[in-house]
């Protein structure tokens, strides 16, 4: 094994053997940790748009040590301050050699002769012992690397679940916090010839200041669950781009350069497919912004058509490239329109979590097509909710492939800090980095800022805030939160309304409803609810459904958990909706039965939301077969 910084490791190893006994040290402890929502220590590091990874990358994916660090030693020592030496699995050394070395070296970890598992994936999935392990892992591999002297180096990790402390060669790169959106750092000065050591330090843990909170309805899944990659780049590369047809149906390229010749540098645009280049210059600080009229014979994309072309940004010494589709969106009261027509939103709520009895969430392109052929042949759907927090962009770009619009959300869920301005400014930052990286998607319609979040004055400005920001981050799109309704007896009928005041703010109304479920009301009364809504605007039923245990079936009297009794809540709930003038959308819950510690009835659940219209091995229930049948009548109305 080589190592190249032995006489480093050496020196600080006689100098800090004391320190696990010797306590605090430095700064770098677990407070640090907790407040910081992306923090860099000593180079640069960037939210990056995932594509770039596709280009010039090496995909670090496949086999990593692993070791459990359930006390944090890793992070700090036991009286708190700098892990002690013998803790830190960052170290750059070979710990068995360095312990034959110096008889009094102590080392209480040696990641290189710890057990491996294939990464990226969940720790869930490492053994049967990690079932329920909340807490640190740390994940270590090598790599080697030549650099050139005309290169930028990055690490690019597509997401880690929840917070990741990530080190090249024993030096610490920073910390991202968020489990479902990418990061990178620029390694460049970092990176050594030879081979390098990558350590990511994994905390699953959550707090009441984190997003989402410690209470969710869904599987935590720890761990490294996105691709890594390490990157190699242009010293002047191109660092984003964004290309879309926009309301006024030109195509509007806005793209960035980074690195010292960014200022004056020959861009040029160009669709293949389209006989199309575009010609143009950057500015001094590198952006590149123009726009083009719509190319007569481009087809535009919608789930119909998904049409698709590559596009390609140029600089000097740099290429971008994407597939990318285009269409426009407008609202036009209570309308969604689509490429100018009204459109009606046949959809289904879907968890990042792959078809099969022990899903890990492994969302390869085989596993999202599986998921979302599901809505669009077997459902007859044109829309998924991907909830409750950004999926993996092979969803997103398998949505746009397909033909699915899509409703993206970050996790601010239930009942977090809203009092806290770092919850808030981490929230933002997920915002960002969703956007970033998803924003050529033609298949995103909609940005969720939320779901079911108590209304008090302090959630309403924080809500208000994430919605002036993802409108500042992107105006194209229509900005939407899941609500709760408020029911009440008006003259003997159950009368449905919308009394949240962050409905104000949003361009599209979308309610959770689970009467017939949650609640008193009985599921055969379901349909008699009357909706009073006065908003000209267009309302989503982003939520109904029912659990049903593919086990239980043909009692008489249809019982909670049977498959009867979640068919008849579709039926009378697809019957209220009929009622409703401004309904535009339905997307019920679940697609699929989806693993949630908090869901223990030891007959028809054992740690399983049994809400899907299949089971968690692809088994159709009832319902699926009403709702698919639902939306065939949905789609002859609207198209
Ligand atoms: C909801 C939540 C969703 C839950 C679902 C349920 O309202 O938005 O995350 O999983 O209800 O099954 O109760």
Known sequence: MVRVN???????????LCLAACGPVSEDTESTLKTSTFEVSSKKASVSPVKVAAQGATDLSGMWHWSVDPYADGYAGFHGGQAGYG????????????????????FEYDMDHAKTAKIPGAWIGHEPEMRHYQGVVWYQR???????????LFLEFGAVNYKADVYLNGERLGQHEGGFTPFSFEVTDIAIDGVNQLTVGVDSRRDWQSVPPPVTDW???????RPVHFVRRPETYIAESWVRLDDDGRIRIDARLDGSTKAGQAMSLRIPELDITLDGQSDAEGNWTTDMPLPADLALWSPKTPQLYTVEVESADDRWTDRIGFRTIALNGEDILLNGKPI?????????EEIGSNPVRDISATNARALLSEVKDGLNGNFVRLAH???????????????????????????IDWENDETLALSKSMIEENILRDRNRASILFWSVGNETPISDRR???MNALVAKTRELDSSRLVTAALMTSKQEEGGVLTARITDPLADQLDVLSVNTYDGWYGPVAVGDVSEIRWDLDFDKPLIFSEFGAGAYIGLSGEDVP????????DEMYRETLEMSAEIPSLRGISPWILKDFRSPRRQHSIYQNGWNRKGVITETGERKPAFHTLSEHYKKLADDWE
Request: charge should be negative.
């Open 6 to 16: 032995l006489f480093l490791a050496a020196v600080l190893s006689l100098a800090v």
């Open 87 to 106: 803790s830190r699995r960052y170290n750059f050394i070979d710990v068995e050699a360095e312990m034959r070395k110096n008889p009094t070296a102590l």
């Open 142 to 152: 090598e790599f080697e690397v030549t650099p050139r002297s005309d290169e930028r």
């Open 219 to 225: 599987e935590t899944y720890g761990g490294i669950t």
């Open 344 to 352: 009606f939103l046949r959809g289904i709520s879907i968890h990042e």
């Open 389 to 415: 927090y950004p999926h993996s962009d092979v969803m997103t770009r398998m949505a746009d492939e397909l033909g699915l619009i899509v409703w993206s959300e970050i996790p601010v869920y239930w009942r």
């Open 460 to 462: 309403n400005d924080f």
């Open 559 to 566: 019982r909670k958990f049977s498959v009867e009794y979640q």
